[in-house]
Nanobody
């Protein structure tokens, strides 16, 4: 089992940057594929980015491709989401998610993940 805690959210102007972090508990973090999702009121949780257990594979939603970068440091049990060129439509609660997987493929739906953080708010002003 793994527990996830996100941090780094906040208020930023359009065009600005933020880096989200997700710290995971447990000694087997390197066996988990990780993902970032986001959600706005009244909408379903949306896939943003994912990274395989070793960091060799990443995948992005089209809406963030070229602007966001997911990475992980298995020594620190942490996954990151660097968000650049932020737009008002990026405003959402961002969630970190984990699933025990040594496959190279990355799940892009919420049911593909077993563990979730509590979320961190990102607000982008125009």
């Amino acid at each position: 089992q793994v527990q996830l805690v996100e941090s780094g959210g906040g208020l930023v102007q359009a065009g600005g940057s933020l880096r989200l972090s997700c710290a995971a508990s447990g000694r087997t973090f390197s066996s988990y594929a990780m993902g970032w999702f986001r959600q706005t009121p009244g909408k379903e949780r949306e896939f943003v980015a994912g990274i395989s257990w070793g960091g060799g594979n990443t995948y992005y939603a089209d809406s963030v491709k070229g602007r966001f970068t997911i990475s992980r440091d298995n020594r620190k049990n942490t996954v990151y989401l660097q968000m650049n060129s932020l737009k008002p439509e990026d405003t959402a609660v961002y969630y970190c998610a984990a699933t025990l997987s040594l496959r190279s493929t990355i799940a892009t739906i919420s049911t593909g993940y077993d563990y979730w953080g509590q979320g961190t708010q990102v607000t982008v002003s125009s």
